[in-house]
């Protein structure tokens, strides 16, 4: 039971990178063909990453966490995870690159990784959980 619950958590888990990794891809293509076609690059990454948030809710939902709730509960999750994924994102960068003073690919990269793995709690135990189960999932984790 225990293996099956492992392999069961890292197919979810393969699924969740597999969609933020498309989602990641949508955001910059959008980007590129925007740039391309003359907008200004901070208009053209403030529209990809709408593109890249839509594209990710939907395979996050739909995908990876094969969740059945209705938009109307996990679109305001998801638009809060969001925010609290960017203040985070936002937040580590400055401590590790200012404060600490690492050098910016390595406190994006390490920034990054912290922010993909509380992605993945806050979607599991927030965005995607079944309404009325909150306490018997959280209680068995």
Same mark, same amino acid.
């Given at each position: 039971? *225990? !293996?099956?619950?492992?392999?069961?958590?890292? +197919?979810? $888990?393969?699924?969740?990178? &597999?969609?933020?990794?498309? %989602? =990641?891809? #949508?955001?910059?293509? =959008?980007? @590129?063909?925007?740039?391309? +076609?003359? =907008? @200004?690059?901070?208009? %053209?990454? +403030?529209?990809?990453?709408?593109?890249? @948030?839509?594209?990710?809710?939907?395979?996050?939902?739909?995908? &990876?966490? !094969?969740?059945?709730?209705?938009? !109307?509960?996990?679109?305001? !999750?998801?638009?809060?995870?969001?925010?609290?994924?960017? $203040? @985070?994102? /936002?937040? /580590?960068?400055?401590? *590790?690159?200012?404060?600490?003073?690492?050098?910016?690919?390595?406190?994006?990269?390490?920034?990054?990784?912290?922010?993909? $793995? *509380?992605?993945?709690?806050?979607?599991?135990?927030?965005?995607?959980?079944?309404?009325?189960? &909150?306490?018997?999932?959280?209680? #068995?984790?």
């Amino acid at each position: 039971m *225990l !293996r099956m619950l492992n392999s069961a958590r890292l +197919a979810e $888990l393969f699924r969740f990178i &597999a969609s933020g990794g498309t %989602a =990641t891809l #949508s955001h910059w293509l =959008t980007m @590129a063909l925007l740039i391309m +076609a003359g =907008t @200004a690059p901070s208009m %053209a990454t +403030a529209i990809g990453a709408v593109v890249g @948030a839509v594209m990710n809710y939907l395979l996050q939902k739909a995908y &990876a966490f !094969r969740s059945s709730n209705r938009h !109307r509960f996990a679109l305001p !999750r998801y638009v809060a995870a969001c925010v609290l994924l960017w $203040l @985070a994102n /936002l937040l /580590l960068f400055v401590l *590790l690159h200012r404060l600490l003073t690492l050098p910016v690919v390595s406190a994006q990269f390490l920034t990054t990784a912290f922010v993909a $793995l *509380l992605s993945y709690w806050l979607y599991r135990h927030m965005v995607f959980i079944e309404p009325g189960i &909150a306490n018997v999932r959280n209680s #068995s984790d």
